[in-house]
């Protein structure tokens, strides 16, 4: 099972939108739509931002968001905040009772 | 409110094994399969599989097999992760996570254990 491709990088400055790509294949991410997102801060265990595509957590700001297309699945943070610097991973069901996750997004503030 | 809480670092020499605990609170134990994830020095996040804690059967991704091991106690809501035959590319964090039986996302993360393999 391959690891889900992200872009190794991205960056916004404050208030602008920051989308983050997540590209599978059919037997992942185009195959269901359990697509979930996580935020990790340094030297932090990961977080939960969002799960089965678009939907959010309690407590997770509105900014955040998820969606997807055929096998692309993506994170967009609306209104980009100092505190949302950080890495970003999605993952996915993959079948069999598998995941995967993807290689990693590390987001910085212009 | 679910809650895992893992031991602590491990220097460990080449050839020998560890074990990481991750103790479960919170909730029914049972109602959440606890699941185990990877990260090496300055790298992603990889899923090394998981146990589900109403059977005690695990699943173990590719590339984790053979080698690791994952068990539980359900007397104690606490579940184990065994590396044996350890190598230099095993020091890394590894965190257990919990996921919800019905769910397909991780809900709740340990505070991951670091292990150092090195002569």
């Known amino acids: 099972q391959s690891a889900l491709t992200q872009p190794p990088s991205a960056s916004g400055s404050p208030g602008q939108s920051v989308t983050i790509s997540c590209t599978g294949t059919?037997?992942?991410?185009?195959?269901?739509?359990?697509v979930s997102w996580y935020q990790q801060h340094p030297g932090k265990a990961p977080k939960l931002m969002i799960y089965?595509?678009?939907k959010r957590p309690s407590g997770v700001p509105d900014r955040f968001s998820g969606s997807k297309s055929g096998n692309t699945a993506s994170l967009t943070v609306s209104g980009f905040q100092a505190e949302d610097e950080a890495d970003y991973y999605c993952?996915?069901?993959?079948?069999?009772?598998?995941?995967?996750f993807g290689t990693g997004t590390k987001v910085t503030v212009l | 409110q679910v809650q895992l809480v893992q031991s602590g670092s491990e220097l460990k020499k080449p050839g020998a094994s560890v074990k990481i605990s991750c103790k479960a609170s919170?909730?029914?134990?049972?109602?959440?399969?606890i699941n185990w994830v990877r990260q090496a020095p300055g790298q992603g996040l990889e899923w090394m599989g998981w146990?589900?804690?109403?059977?005690?059967?695990?699943t173990y991704a590719q590339g984790f097999t053979g080698r690791f091991v994952f068990s539980l106690d359900a007397s104690v809501g606490t579940t184990h992760l065994q590396i044996s035959s350890l190598k230099a590319d095993d020091s890394a964090v590894y965190y257990c996570?919990?996921?919800?039986?019905?769910?397909?996302?991780?809900?709740?993360w340990g505070q991951g254990t670091l292990v150092i393999v090195s002569s």
């Open positions: 059919s037997s992942d991410v185009g195959g269901y739509n359990y």
């Open positions: 146990i589900n804690t109403n059977t005690g059967n695990p």
């Open positions: 089965e595509v678009n």
């Open positions: 996570v919990g996921r919800m039986v019905r769910g397909n996302w991780f809900d709740s």
């Open positions: 993952t996915s069901y993959a079948g069999n009772n598998n995941y995967v």
């Open positions: 919170g909730y029914r134990f049972t109602t959440y399969s």
